[in-house]
């Protein structure tokens, strides 16, 4: 299975770049994740058309969406429990404060920081961070997909926009 993860767009409308990354990169994606901070109304919706869109609440989201999406959210894929969250508090333990929020989760997805992270916390969950799509703080920009199979080590594959 593949899952095209995202966060921290901060777009306020989609634009050509964004659908011809949308187009080659999620579009035939299994599940498409998008950690927070759309920003807008209009790239939610963009992004929502993908069958199986999955969103959590970022703090730059506007009120419209902040009502509508969960700060936190779960979801089962090919056997691997995956918990999802923008993020807080200092950049620094990001990862780690989410992951705090869930029980019994093998990847926690965040967003916040605008770092790309895939590693094992202290207490073995894998926290994984796609980066910022085009506001990187440090190293590159992009998004990744996330390749799970059921009984395998889940992989990553960066795509830096």
């Not at 579009?27 to 919706?45: K, N, P, Q």
């Not at 700060?71 to 705090?100: N, Q, Y």
Request: proline share 5%; hydrophobic share 35%.
């Amino acid at each position: 299975m593949i899952v095209a993860v995202m966060s921290d767009t901060h777009m306020d409308q989609p634009d050509t770049l964004l659908a011809a990354i949308f187009e080659r990169y999620c579009r035939e994606a299994d599940v498409l994740l998008h950690c927070g901070d759309c920003v807008s109304e209009e790239t939610w919706s963009f992004l929502n058309s993908h069958p199986r869109f999955y969103s959590v609440q970022g703090n730059c989201d506007p009120l419209s969406l902040s009502g509508s999406l969960p700060v936190l959210r779960e979801l089962e894929l090919e056997g691997f429990r995956l918990g999802m969250g923008h993020g807080w508090g200092p950049r620094s333990r990001v990862g780690d404060e989410i992951a705090g929020r869930f029980q019994g989760v093998d990847i926690v997805c965040y967003g916040h920081t605008h770092v790309r992270d895939w590693r094992l916390s202290s207490s073995g969950v894998r926290l994984f961070n796609p980066g910022s799509l085009f506001w990187p703080r440090s190293g590159e920009g992009g998004m990744a997909r996330l390749h799970v199979h059921r009984g395998q080590d889940p992989e990553v594959e960066w795509i830096t926009i």
